[in-house]
């Protein structure tokens, strides 16, 4: 098995899901399908009269990806615009044109709080629920998330060295919204020697964190990657992945 084929297998293995892309493609900032699937559900609780079913998010123009401006976790999506295609069930007698309308916009609402870049939702209804039903999900259609590996308070004793990864993990974790460094793929920094090519850094590091309630997304990424290029001394390139949004 390749070195890719093993990565998503391991994705798959966890629950993670995708790899997409957060923001556009100067933020340097990924999200993994699962943390973006339970916020989703989470907003599509609120939505009176639906239950929210299976959950797909894809690149809505492939041929239309940018190149992002630092290198990116294994076998992570461009980025660029995407779609999200979901199917849900809703309560029969309720207009199902206003039912979606709804559902629609709470998707919507809470992909522009991630700080996704969406081109829109599509909806399928697929079954019609009693009044007693009403609401809620099929928990049978959500990912999997896997539990945080890195409390924040265990990660800053483990700190305690002078190692770069260390000074790493302690200017990440000093940044409102982050709730803990995750490390799923491996180790939560991980900081890597590349050949220099044009202006990047000849080292890059990637961050892997879960994100506060509170706290936007891309924003907290967007604020771990200056903290953690000014804390260590030759400035490298970073790229942050967040595996949960609490």
Do not use: N, Y
Request: net charge negative; no cysteine.
């Amino acid at each position: 098995m390749t070195g890719e084929g093993w990565t998503q297998a391991v994705r798959r293995q966890l629950g993670l899901g995708r790899v997409l892309p957060l923001g556009g493609a100067a933020d340097g900032a990924w999200v993994t399908e699962s943390a973006v699937d339970g916020a989703l559900r989470r907003m599509a609780e609120r939505v009176p009269g639906v239950r929210l079913g299976p959950v797909r998010i894809a690149p809505a123009a492939p041929g239309e990806a940018s190149v992002a401006a630092v290198p990116s976790p294994p076998s992570a999506l461009p980025p660029g615009p995407l779609r999200i295609v979901a199917e849900f069930s809703a309560v029969a007698g309720d207009p199902l044109p206003a039912a979606a309308d709804r559902l629609r916009a709470a998707l919507s609402e809470a992909a522009d709080g991630l700080g996704l870049v969406t081109d829109g939702v599509d909806l399928k209804v697929t079954a019609l629920l009693d009044t007693a039903e009403e609401g809620g999900e099929d928990g049978r259609s959500r990912p999997h998330t896997p539990p945080a590996e890195q409390p924040a308070e265990q990660s800053t004793e483990q700190a305690a060295s002078d190692s770069d990864e260390a000074r790493a993990e302690r200017a990440a974790l000093a940044v409102p919204g982050v709730a803990w460094l995750t490390g799923v793929l491996g180790r939560a920094v991980h900081i890597e020697q590349r050949p220099a090519t044009g202006s990047l850094p000849r080292r890059h590091a990637r961050v892997e964190l879960a994100t506060d309630h509170g706290h936007r997304a891309l924003d907290v990424a967007l604020a771990v990657r200056a903290a953690v290029g000014t804390a260590l001394p030759d400035h490298p390139s970073v790229a942050v992945l967040v595996t949960d949004v609490r």
